[in-house]
C-alpha cells in the first residue's frame, strides 16, 4: 500500500506562493507516475499538474500553466508543486496521487494510490 502525506498547504493572499509536498513510503518511487489534483467547495475533483516517472515529462492544466511549477526528487521520494501567482480561485483540497508505470495522464482514474490531502486558501 502506497502512503502518500502531502505538506505545505495554508492560507495566503492573492499573488502570493505555496509551495506543496508530497512525501512517499512505496519505494522504488520512480516506478510511480505522479499527479497533483484539487477540489474546491461544491465542485468535482480537478487535474492540475502531473509529472513522469523520470521527471522530463510533465502536464498541467491550462488554469495553472506558467503559474504552477510541479517536479520531483527521486531520491527523497518526494514530488513537489511550486504554485507562484495564487488566484481566489486555487481555493481547494489539493492532493497527490500516484500511477505505477503509468502515462503521464490527467484523468483521475488512472491513479491508484491518493494522499489525504491539504487545504490551500487564498484570499482576495
Known amino acids: 500500500q502506497v502512503q502518500l502525506v502531502e505538506s505545505g498547504g495554508g492560507l495566503v493572499q492573492a499573488g502570493g506562493s505555496l509551495r506543496l509536498s508530497c512525501a512517499s513510503s512505496?519505494?522504488?518511487?520512480?516506478?510511480?507516475?505522479m499527479g497533483w489534483f484539487r477540489q474546491a467547495p461544491g465542485k468535482e475533483r480537478e487535474s492540475v499538474a502531473a509529472?513522469?516517472?523520470?521527471?522530463?515529462?510533465?502536464y498541467y492544466a491550462d488554469s495553472v500553466k506558467g503559474r504552477f511549477t510541479i517536479s520531483r526528487d527521486n531520491a527523497k521520494d518526494t514530488v513537489y508543486l511550486q504554485m507562484n501567482s495564487l488566484k481566489p480561485e486555487d481555493t481547494g483540497v489539493y492532493y497527490c496521487?500516484?500511477?505505477?508505470?503509468?502515462?503521464?495522464?490527467?484523468?483521475?482514474?488512472?491513479?491508484?494510490?491518493w494522499g489525504q490531502g491539504t487545504q490551500v486558501t487564498v484570499s482576495s
Open positions: 496521487a500516484a500511477n505505477r508505470f503509468g502515462a503521464v495522464t490527467s484523468k483521475s482514474s488512472e491513479y491508484e494510490y
Open positions: 512505496k519505494r522504488p518511487f520512480n516506478w510511480y507516475t
Open positions: 509529472i513522469s516517472t523520470s521527471g522530463l515529462n510533465t
